[in-house]
């Protein structure tokens, strides 16, 4: 089974500046697809970005980034020019490819922003 | 945004009373699912549809049952809730299967068993 693994349960980091948020995995897959949501106060889970495990090329929306290690099975991301609006709960998951395939998450990492 | 409500948004009940949260959508979508949400556990997965009368359990579905009678509408069921089902409990819809679609969210039931 695959299991996906966030160390870090909190990260803190001042305004304006760059934070990275840890994930690894565990699977025997070959082709997968890993993803960052962020769960802000308002409980309500929005997906920042997504990674397919074939692409080579790490994924960028806006101020959010990933560093896709597939031989080490690390999945980080990079928030850069943090804002207040940053601060929350981010779970890293992970989805097998075939029918019917379900995401595992990570226990999340809560990010707080320093003004 | 997607169209996923979910009702109650809150409840407060007894150890042993029958609950059931509903989860409904306005998009259409094939799959749908039920995760619980608690401290130092991230999102588990308890049941998912991926068609009307068709589910299966996922990694915690011990004490839960579901029904899809309609694509809409996707019900969870605890027969006799217990203290450890206290949690938040999240619905969530796909168009296809995970790693393909996005996965888009329900507001949250936040249950509490007394």
């Known amino acids: 089974a695959q299991t996906v693994t966030q160390s870090q349960p909190e990260m803190s980091v001042q305004e304006a500046e760059t934070v990275t948020l840890s994930c690894t995995y565990d699977?025997?897959?070959?082709?997968?697809?890993l993803f960052w949501y962020k769960q802000p106060p308002s409980r309500q889970m929005i997906l920042v970005i997504r990674?397919?495990?074939?692409?080579?090329q790490n994924a960028t929306e806006n101020r959010f980034s990933v560093n896709f290690q597939k031989a080490a099975k690390s999945f980080s991301l990079k928030i850069s020019d943090s804002q207040l609006g940053d601060a929350a709960m981010y779970f890293c998951?992970?989805?097998?490819?075939?029918?019917?395939?379900?995401?595992?998450f990570g226990k999340g990492i809560t990010l707080s922003v320093r003004p | 945004d997607a169209g996923i409500t979910q009702s109650p948004r809150h409840k407060v009940t007894e150890t042993g009373t029958p609950v059931t949260l509903r989860c409904h959508q306005t998009?259409?979508?094939?799959?749908m699912y039920w995760y619980r949400q608690d401290p130092g556990h991230g999102l588990r997965l308890i049941h998912y549809?991926?068609?009307?009368?068709?589910?299966d359990k996922g990694e915690v579905s011990d004490g839960y049952s579901v029904s899809r009678s309609k694509t809409e509408d996707f019900l969870l069921t605890l027969e006799s809730a217990t203290s450890s089902q206290t949690s938040v409990y999240f619905c969530?819809?796909?168009?296809?299967?995970?790693?393909?679609?996005?996965?888009?969210f329900g507001p949250g039931t936040r249950l509490t068993v007394l």
């Open positions: 699977t025997s897959e070959s082709d997968y697809y």
């Open positions: 969530a819809i796909s168009e296809g299967t995970s790693g393909n679609n996005e996965q888009f």
């Open positions: 998009e259409n979508h094939r799959y």
């Open positions: 998951a992970y989805s097998s490819t075939g029918a019917n395939s379900k995401l595992t």
């Open positions: 549809s991926y068609g009307v009368k068709d589910t």
């Open positions: 990674q397919e495990a074939y692409k080579q």
